[in-house]
């Protein structure tokens, strides 16, 4: 199940590819200033997509629906109170004019009969006005107590009780009976008996010689009642029937981002599924909730079509360019073998180019089986299920098989592996990435050494750890670890071994990256290789 490791010759056979940004060799830089312009480009990068995301947006709309009302409000009110205050400043001029011809009347007689006293209220109470006369004797009368003498419209006496209340609950019929005055702006609201919504608008109080009068203003008209007179504004019937409209439209709006935001995480959810279940498992189309949706899921799934010819066309491409060169490989290794048989032993620097020829041809078959085996890896990636793979079992087998084929070189195998860490890959991915790294261990360690492996979880990530006990890496070197097609081979190796193609780590980089991961090399400090694997975490 594994590739061949980069472990074999201190020199590259092609061109190496360019550096991954996730895989690193050496620590970063200790310049101080080698770090900052990337930490600031990042933090300009994230504070962009915050910026642009849709989460900040709706936050702000959120805020704006709070505030906008807020505001609205506070003009509103102001602007109502403005105009209640003029309507109430006329009332009360109304009052007090109506109150100066009572005076004028009672001044020449205090005795006038009720019934005259109403007929001159009744001229003045229209469109709703209603006018009420009280009066308490200086003398003999009860203390602070006014007896009602007129009204208009006429009033039932057992339905004045309720005006009594409200003046009294206000201090106003304090404030009349000890030193009958009264100059304060009212504004009161009650109900009668009877269940009828009156406005006390004004009260003026009129001295005459024998007590003291207060005529009562009051106001019943369905114009004066319909605002906010006596009333907190917010309780009237067109911010109540505004505030119902306004949360019926945020509650729409918020059905819609919601709505939104659930089509969103299906797909996300579709696409997750996608990615797990390979080729076939689901289509963006078939689980489409919304309408509007349908060009889009379309497109996904068109997109998804590509990359499964496209996984097809890289396994059939390997398959073929394997088979065509393998023939050409074939015919030159049997056309060798006559060679051989005619050459003299004798000749040395005829035998050594033979030998560096069958050298040639193992590196070449050695290069286009992994070339085959990489690109049936790669079309995998895009079409096999992604499974939730238990990585302490995958590492535990491979130690297994890795202590048994060392055996006669007395490696010690040392683990610290954590329970049931489980990562999302395709079957086999993270065999191949687990032998290889210990393949390379392997070769690099000397007999008798040790190899330690050490495997932990994290807070969503996984780190794989595998520490062995060689000669390290060359640092004028080590940058090159992953690079395709270069090797390395510790000192001691002899002619007679197989051709490495200097592929291993390199694609131990190109799985792990691919699984979202990233891997590093480090020279440990006491000798020795440090190679550290990191992967994301399923739950």
Same mark, same amino acid.
Request: proline share 5%; with cysteine; charged share 25%.
């Given at each position: 199940?594994? *590739?061949?490791?980069?472990?074999?010759?201190?020199? @590259?056979?092609?061109?190496?590819?360019?550096?991954?940004?996730?895989?690193?060799?050496?620590?970063?830089?200790?310049?101080?200033? #080698?770090?900052?312009?990337?930490?600031?480009?990042?933090?300009?990068?994230?504070?962009?997509?915050?910026?642009?995301?849709?989460?900040?947006?709706?936050?702000?709309?959120?805020?704006?629906?709070?505030?906008?009302?807020?505001?609205?409000?506070?003009?509103?009110?102001?602007?109502?109170?403005?105009?209640?205050?003029?309507? !109430?400043?006329?009332?009360?001029?109304?009052?007090?004019?109506?109150?100066?011809?009572?005076?004028?009347?009672?001044?020449?007689?205090?005795?006038?009969?009720?019934?005259?006293?109403?007929?001159?209220?009744?001229?003045?109470?229209?469109?709703?006005?209603?006018?009420?006369?009280?009066?308490?004797?200086?003398?003999?009368?009860?203390?602070?107590?006014?007896?009602?003498?007129?009204?208009?419209?006429?009033?039932?006496?057992?339905?004045?009780?309720?005006?009594? *209340?409200?003046?009294?609950?206000?201090?106003?019929?304090?404030?009349?009976?000890?030193?009958?005055?009264?100059?304060?702006?009212?504004?009161?609201?009650?109900?009668?008996?009877?269940?009828? $919504?009156?406005?006390?608008?004004? =009260?003026?109080?009129?001295?005459?010689?024998?007590?003291?009068?207060?005529?009562?203003?009051?106001?019943?008209?369905?114009?004066?009642?319909?605002?906010?007179?006596?009333?907190?504004?917010?309780?009237?019937?067109? &911010?109540?029937?505004?505030?119902?409209?306004?949360? !019926?439209?945020?509650?729409?709006?918020?059905? =819609?981002?919601?709505?939104?935001?659930?089509?969103?995480?299906?797909?996300?959810?579709? #696409?997750?599924?996608?990615?797990?279940?390979?080729?076939?498992?689901?289509?963006?189309?078939?689980?489409?909730?919304?309408?509007?949706?349908?060009?889009?899921?379309?497109?996904?799934?068109?997109?998804?079509?590509?990359?499964?010819?496209?996984?097809?066309?890289?396994?059939?491409?390997?398959? $073929?360019?394997?088979?065509?060169?393998?023939?050409?490989?074939?015919?030159?290794?049997?056309?060798?073998?006559?060679?051989?048989?005619?050459?003299?032993?004798?000749?040395?620097?005829?035998?050594?180019?033979?030998?560096?020829?069958? /050298?040639?041809?193992?590196?070449?078959?050695?290069?286009?089986?992994? @070339?085959?085996?990489?690109?049936?890896?790669?079309?995998?990636?895009? $079409?096999?299920?992604?499974?939730?793979?238990?990585?302490?079992?995958?590492?535990?087998?491979?130690?297994?098989?890795?202590?048994?084929?060392?055996?006669?070189?007395?490696?010690?195998?040392?683990?610290?592996?954590?329970?049931?860490?489980?990562?999302? #890959?395709?079957?086999?991915?993270?065999?191949?990435?687990?032998?290889?790294?210990?393949?390379?261990?392997?070769?690099?360690?000397?007999?008798?050494? /040790? &190899?330690?492996?050490?495997?932990?979880?994290?807070?969503?990530?996984?780190?794989?750890?595998?520490?062995?006990?060689?000669?390290?890496?060359?640092?004028?070197? &080590?940058?090159?670890?992953?690079?395709?097609?270069?090797?390395?081979?510790?000192?001691?190796?002899?002619?007679?071994?197989?051709?490495?193609?200097?592929?291993?780590?390199?694609?131990?980089?190109?799985?792990?990256?691919?699984?979202?991961?990233?891997?590093?090399? @480090?020279?440990?400090?006491?000798?020795?290789?440090?190679?550290?694997?990191?992967?994301?975490?399923?739950?």
């Amino acid at each position: 199940m594994s *590739d061949p490791r980069s472990s074999a010759y201190e020199t @590259s056979f092609a061109p190496s590819t360019p550096d991954s940004g996730r895989s690193r060799i050496s620590p970063p830089s200790d310049i101080a200033g #080698a770090t900052r312009q990337p930490r600031l480009d990042g933090l300009r990068r994230r504070t962009g997509l915050a910026l642009s995301s849709l989460t900040f947006r709706l936050f702000i709309l959120v805020c704006i629906f709070v505030a906008l009302p807020v505001i609205l409000y506070g003009q509103f009110e102001r602007a109502d109170k403005q105009s209640r205050d003029l309507v !109430a400043d006329s009332l009360r001029r109304n009052g007090w004019l109506v109150a100066q011809a009572l005076a004028a009347r009672l001044e020449q007689r205090e005795d006038v009969p009720p019934v005259e006293l109403n007929a001159m209220l009744a001229r003045f109470a229209d469109n709703g006005t209603i006018l009420k006369l009280m009066f308490k004797p200086s003398q003999g009368g009860a203390a602070g107590g006014f007896y009602f003498v007129a009204s208009a419209p006429r009033v039932p006496a057992d339905q004045m009780g309720a005006d009594l *209340d409200v003046l009294a609950r206000h201090g106003i019929l304090k404030s009349l009976g000890d030193s009958c005055t009264w100059d304060k702006p009212v504004e009161i609201r009650y109900r009668q008996m009877d269940g009828a $919504e009156e406005i006390l608008t004004s =009260v003026i109080p009129i001295q005459g010689r024998r007590g003291c009068w207060a005529l009562v203003s009051a106001d019943n008209s369905s114009a004066l009642l319909n605002t906010a007179f006596g009333r907190p504004y917010w309780q009237t019937d067109n &911010i109540r029937m505004a505030a119902f409209i306004y949360l !019926a439209f945020a509650g729409l709006a918020l059905l =819609v981002v919601l709505k939104a935001r659930g089509a969103l995480r299906h797909f996300r959810r579709v #696409a997750g599924d996608i990615r797990r279940g390979g080729a076939g498992a689901a289509r963006f189309t078939d689980r489409n909730p919304l309408p509007e949706l349908a060009s889009v899921a379309g497109d996904f799934d068109r997109l998804v079509q590509d990359l499964h010819r496209a996984a097809a066309n890289i396994r059939g491409t390997a398959e $073929e360019n394997a088979h065509s060169v393998k023939a050409p490989l074939a015919v030159i290794r049997s056309a060798l073998q006559p060679l051989k048989a005619v050459t003299p032993r004798e000749d040395q620097r005829a035998q050594r180019a033979l030998q560096l020829i069958e /050298t040639a041809l193992s590196r070449l078959s050695a290069l286009i089986s992994a @070339s085959q085996r990489l690109g049936n890896d790669t079309a995998d990636f895009i $079409e096999a299920p992604k499974l939730r793979i238990n990585l302490t079992h995958v590492v535990a087998d491979a130690l297994h098989n890795a202590r048994d084929i060392s055996i006669d070189r007395q490696i010690r195998f040392i683990r610290h592996l954590d329970e049931n860490v489980r990562v999302l #890959a395709p079957d086999g991915i993270l065999d191949i990435i687990v032998e290889n790294i210990l393949d390379n261990a392997i070769g690099f360690c000397q007999p008798g050494g /040790t &190899i330690e492996t050490t495997l932990t979880r994290s807070a969503g990530r996984v780190d794989l750890v595998i520490d062995d006990e060689g000669p390290g890496i060359d640092p004028n070197k &080590i940058e090159h670890i992953f690079d395709r097609n270069f090797s390395f081979r510790p000192a001691g190796t002899t002619a007679g071994e197989p051709a490495h193609a200097g592929l291993g780590l390199w694609i131990v980089r190109h799985h792990v990256e691919a699984l979202g991961g990233s891997v590093a090399a @480090s020279n440990r400090s006491g000798g020795g290789l440090r190679m550290h694997v990191r992967l994301p975490l399923v739950p």
